[in-house]
């Protein structure tokens, strides 16, 4: 599958500010949902199914490359002053 950028989310220090749009370009079929990312004060945590299953991880915001639960892509997060950017890639 190749390889589509889905989230860019910004986190302020002590607040979470969410993205209002967006544009996802893909070829091929959708043959399971998107993970779902649920961002609190200090932490964001992303769901992902698979084949039925669901698995949570803690996505760290110490900018260290990271993996999605069941290897379904990789996270990245950027920092910028107070503004962290996560950047989900799907393989």
């Known amino acids: 599958m190749k390889k589509v950028l889905v989230l860019m989310s910004g986190l302020l220090f002590a607040q979470a500010s969410v993205a209002d749009g ?4 893909f070829i091929g079929a959708i043959t399971e949902p998107a993970c779902t ?9 992303m769901q992902c199914s698979q084949n039925g299953r669901e698995k949570a991880r803690e996505i760290k915001l110490n900018a260290q490359p990271q993996t999605l639960p069941f290897q379904l892509g990789d996270v990245s997060v950027k920092s910028s002053g107070n503004i962290k950017s996560i950047q989900v890639v799907y393989r």
């Open 22 to 25: 967006g544009t996802i370009n």
């Open 37 to 45: 990312t649920r961002t609190y004060s200090h932490q964001t945590v």
